[in-house]
């Protein structure tokens, strides 16, 4: 709805219920294993999170009930100051220390709004930025990450500059 961007609505003509709902879709989805993915690889957008990295899902018991779509993942939002002019951030690479999945490919449980990693899934997101991301000493940059939402326990984060160096730290 171009006058209300928080809201959309389809007809859907089913006979089959219930049914389940993911967004984005993806092609390994079925009706019985419905999947979503979160990227391994997010890029930065101002303002705003990379994409298609924030997937969603809902449950509808039959047709006469509307559906609404849950967020699977929360949205990390980290604040970074330059502490000297000149310094171009490349990448921040997220891992979490005790293995917990980060992104990749979940199967999700519709009607209970959650979801479980698959084989394929990662402990690692790489968010990059792009060329140039020189950080300010005065004025926050703002990148907005998407992960599973939920306990991923610790994590570390990596910020590494274009020219190579970069500094660690963990949550």
């Known amino acids: 709805d171009g006058e209300n961007c928080t809201e959309a609505k389809f007809k859907v003509e089913a006979t089959n219920y219930p049914l389940n709902i993911v967004y984005p879709y993806t092609s390994t989805t079925t009706a019985d294993a419905p999947k979503v993915v979160i990227p391994t690889e997010q890029h930065y957008t101002e303002g705003t999170f990379s994409p298609l990295s924030v997937p969603m899902c809902g449950y509808v018991e039959n047709s006469s009930e509307k559906a609404t779509l849950k967020h699977l993942v929360g949205l990390l939002k980290l604040s970074i100051v330059g502490n000297k002019e000149g310094i171009v951030l490349d990448k ?8 917990a999945k980060l992104s990749g490919e979940f199967t999700v449980n519709c009607s209970a709004g ?58």
């Not at 991301?133 to 274009?162: H, M, R, V, Y």
């Open 92 to 99: 921040v690479v997220i891992t979490s220390t005790n293995g």
């Open 114 to 171: 959650t979801m479980t990693a698959c084989e394929n899934a990662s402990n690692t997101i790489t968010y990059t930025l792009p060329e140039n991301f020189t950080l300010s000493t005065n004025k926050e940059s703002q990148l907005f990450i998407s992960i599973p939402a939920g306990d991923t326990s610790n994590c570390s984060f990596a910020f590494i500059e274009s020219s190579g160096d970069k500094m660690v730290c963990s949550w």
